[in-house]
Each structure stands twice: as structure tokens, then as C-alpha cells.
């Protein structure tokens, strides 16, 4: 894993949960959307909320789709599950929230599944990296 | 009858959240490291050959379909029930998908960390 892939990895698991958490904010603030009027929901893209969340979605789907132009997805989708621990910690640390023991518990586990799949090999099956092979490849791993 | 439509939500979500992950793997798989194709083409090059890639444009309609079912339980259901019964249902669908869809070596040690992941997620939510 080089610092640049590293990088990318990293981009996903801060850009994702920020862009989730002002998503939930705008969505609270259109309150309850009617079965019978299920077009209200495009209604909610107008909030100023939505559209900061989806600006930072847009910035950690790049980075995921990169990583997964040299990764595995069941290599990344672990691996930015991390999210969710940035996502705790905000809530914690920024916050200033109430984290209960079983939600540290659920975060350590998190922690161990990163820990388990990051020691494995990135990618498996057959890639098209050979074909840029002829463009140069300054890494090596 | 707004938990059913909240479970449809999730049904929905996860379905269609699954099948765009491993269609836009595959379009990222077959494109090759970005990194490099950004280096030798520029960022426009690489920009034009994802938007010119069927598979991840049909992962984006997917992707598109698992957002609005996602806001559209929100509306119903607080995140804390929306959050992790989709995440963590998506990692195991996905994973499934990658392995028989994308040929990935899913070995013991990725079963393992997907697994991890997923309680992890269940418990946070809590």
C-alpha cells in the first residue's frame, strides 16, 4: 500500500460520513415525506443541507472509485468502513455526544475487520493494469 | 404500515446499492488504476473513459435508485435504524456479488473482516 493509495482510502472515510450526516440534518428539516406524494422527495434536494451532503458524496464516491480502480470491492469495502469510526468520533469529540460502551464495542470490531482484510492482498482476479503496464508503472508494491 | 415501507426501503436500498457496487467495480476493474491513467492521459482522459463505460453508468442508475429509496426511508425511519440495516446488509450482498460477479478471491481472511465489519456496524448503531 503506498502513501497515495493510502491517501485515497483515507479521502473516502472522512468525505463519506460528513456528506451522511449534513444529508440526515437536511432531511429532519423536510420532515416526513407522504407515500401518496413520493415525488416530494426531489423537493429535498433543494435544502441547502442536501446539497452540501451530496457535494461531499460526490468527493468520497471519486476517491472510493479510484480505490477501486486498484482494488478489490470486498478489499475497499471494508477498508472504508472506517467510516463509521470517523463518524463516531465526530459525534463524540466535535459534538461533544454521548458514545455508550456497546457503540465503542461495535467501533474496536470495525477497527479488527480493517486490521484483518489491510494485512490481505488488495487485489485478486484479473485487472486491466497490464494494459497501461506499457504507459509505466512508478509503483511497486 | 411505516415500518413495512421502511423495510421496503431497506429491501430496495440494499439491492440496488449491491448490484451498483459491483457494477462500478467492474467498470473501475476494467479501466485500470486511475492514478496512472490520470498521469499519462490528464484528468479529462480519465474523466471521459468512466462516463463512456456502460457498466458504470448502469452502476450510477443503481446507485441513483439506493439514494432515493435511502432518503425516502429517512423520511420514515431515523438514521439509526436506515444506517446500519442497509450498511451492513450492503457489505454481505456486495460481497456475494464480488465473488461471483467480479471472479474475487473472497478468502477466509475477507469473510472474517466483512463479517467484523458488519457487527462492528450493528453495534454502533445500537
Known amino acids: 500500500m503506498t502513501i497515495r493509495k493510502f491517501l485515497v482510502l483515507f479521502s473516502v472515510v472522512i468525505f463519506s460520513p460528513v456528506g451522511d450526516a449534513f444529508l440526515a440534518r437536511g432531511m429532519k428539516q423536510t420532515g416526513a415525506i407522504d407515500v401518496h406524494h413520493l415525488t416530494h422527495v426531489l423537493a429535498a434536494v433543494a435544502s441547502p443541507w442536501i446539497i452540501l451532503g451530496i457535494a461531499c458524496l460526490i468527493a468520497g464516491m471519486a476517491n472510493y472509485m479510484t480505490a477501486l480502480s486498484f482494488a478489490d470491492l470486498t478489499f475497499v469495502l471494508p477498508a472504508t468502513a472506517f467510516g463509521y469510526v470517523t463518524m463516531v468520533l465526530i459525534a463524540h469529540f466535535w459534538l461533544g455526544e454521548h458514545v455508550s460502551l456497546v457503540r465503542w464495542a461495535g467501533i474496536l470490531l470495525i477497527v479488527m475487520g480493517v486490521g484483518v482484510v489491510a494485512r490481505g492482498p488488495s487485489r485478486t482476479g484479473e485487472t486491466g493494469e497490464a494494459l497501461y503496464a506499457a504507459a509505466g508503472r512508478e509503483e511497486s508494491e | ?126
Open chain 2, 1 to 126: 404500515m411505516r415500518t413495512l415501507y421502511t423495510w421496503v426501503c431497506i429491501f430496495i436500498t440494499v439491492v440496488a446499492a449491491s448490484a451498483g457496487d459491483v457494477l462500478i467495480a467492474l467498470a473501475m476493474r476494467r479501466i485500470g488504476d486511475l492514478g496512472v491513467l490520470r498521469r499519462s492521459r490528464g484528468l479529462s482522459a480519465v474523466i471521459m473513459r468512466v462516463l463512456s463505460s456502460g457498466a458504470f453508468l448502469t452502476g450510477i442508475a443503481f446507485m441513483a435508485i439506493a439514494f432515493f429509496s435511502n432518503l425516502m426511508g429517512l423520511s420514515w425511519a431515523d438514521l439509526s435504524l436506515m444506517g446500519p440495516a442497509t450498511a451492513s446488509l450492503t457489505f454481505i450482498v456486495s460481497a456475494l456479488g464480488a465473488k461471483f460477479f467480479l471472479g474475487e478471491d473472497v478468502d477466509r481472511r475477507r469473510w472474517l473482516a466483512t463479517i467484523f465489519v458488519c457487527a462492528g456496524v450493528l453495534l454502533v448503531a445500537h
